[in-house]
C-alpha cells in the first residue's frame, strides 16, 4: 500500500489531522507543533471552525517552524457565502488568520444553491492565478460537479462525508482514483460494523486504526483527516498506514 500521495507538487503521508475543534490555546499550540513532529502533514481547517480560531492557532503554531505542511482550509459554507464579495473577503481572513502569502490548498466549503458554481470556482482560481491559493479543492460535491469546476481550475482534492458506516460517495472516490485526485474523506472514523472489533483484536490495533486502514486500502487517492486534540490518539491514527488488511478482512468490512 501507498505511504504518500501527491497534492500538487508535495508528495506527503497519507494520514492527516482535522482541527474543527481546535481553539486558540497555548496548549494547542503545541499541540499542533507536536503533530507535525509526529509526522503529519496536512492539517485541515476552515474560516468557520471555531470561530476562526482554528485557523489563527494553526497560523501561531506554525509561524516559526522548519517543517511545514500543508495547510488547507475552506471558505463558502453558508448559504450566500458563495457570492465573489463574501468568498473574497473569507479567503483574505484565512490568509490573515493562516499568517502566509499563499493557501497550499483551498477548497470551496459548498456548493451555494444562490450563486453559479462558475462564480464561485472562478473567484478561486482568480486568487490562484495571482499566486495567493496554491492548490483548489472542492467539499460535498458529485462528479457533475467536480467536471464542472475542472473546466475552470485543476481541482487537486475533494473533500466529502466518507466512512465505513456512510459511503454514499462511492462514485465520487471512484472518478478521483481514475483522475488522480486526494479524495479526503471527513468524520472518516465513524464505523458501525459487526466484525469491526474482531478484526482489530486479530491485528492488535484499535477499531479506529482498522478503519483507516479500510480507508486507505479502498483507494490510493484516500487521505483520511481524523480529528483529534491528543497527541496520543494522532500517534495511533499515523500509526494504522503500516496496517496490512488482508483481502478476507477488507473484503468483510466492505
Known amino acids: 500500500m501507498n505511504r504518500t500521495i501527491r497534492i500538487g507538487d508535495r508528495e506527503i503521508s497519507r494520514i492527516g489531522l482535522g482541527t474543527n475543534r481546535l481553539t486558540e490555546t497555548p496548549a494547542n499550540i503545541g ?14 481547517s476552515a474560516h468557520l471552525y471555531t470561530g476562526g480560531a482554528s485557523e489563527r492557532t494553526i497560523g501561531a503554531a506554525l509561524a516559526a517552524t522548519p517543517r511545514r505542511p500543508i495547510v488547507a482550509t ?8 458563495g457570492k465573489r464579495a463574501l468568498l473574497a473577503e473569507q479567503i483574505e481572513q484565512s490568509l490573515r488568520a493562516l499568517r502566509v502569502d499563499r493557501i497550499d490548498l483551498y ?15 472562478g473567484l478561486i482560481a482568480e486568487y490562484r492565478a495571482a499566486g495567493k491559493i496554491d492548490n483548489v479543492g472542492l467539499s460535498q460535491v458529485g462528479v457533475a460537479e467536480i467536471e464542472s469546476a475542472q473546466r475552470i481550475v485543476p481541482i487537486s482534492a475533494v473533500q466529502n462525508q466518507f466512512n465505513l458506516a456512510e459511503r454514499g460517495w462511492d462514485e465520487v472516490v471512484d472518478y478521483c482514483t481514475s483522475q488522480g485526485i486526494a479524495f479526503v474523506p471527513f468524520f472518516p472514523l465513524r464505523a458501525a460494523h459487526p466484525g469491526l ?13 482498522i478503519t483507516l486502514a479500510w480507508l486507505l486500502r479502498r483507494s490510493p487517492q484516500m487521505l483520511p483527516i481524523p480529528g483529534t486534540l491528543s497527541i496520543e490518539h494522532l500517534r495511533e491514527n499515523v ?16
Open 74 to 81: 475552506k471558505g463558502g459554507f453558508a448559504r450566500g457565502e
Open 107 to 121: 477548497y470551496l466549503h459548498r456548493v451555494d444553491p444562490d450563486t453559479p458554481l462558475e462564480e464561485s470556482v
Open 197 to 209: 472489533a474482531e478484526i482489530a483484536r486479530r491485528n492488535g490495533t484499535s477499531p479506529s486504526q
Open 31 to 44: 499541540f499542533i507543533r507536536a503533530a507535525v513532529e509526529a509526522g503529519i502533514d496536512m492539517i485541515d
Open 239 to 254: 500509526a494504522a498506514i503500516d496496517i496490512e488488511l488482508s483481502d478476507a478482512e477488507f473484503d468483510a468490512l466492505s
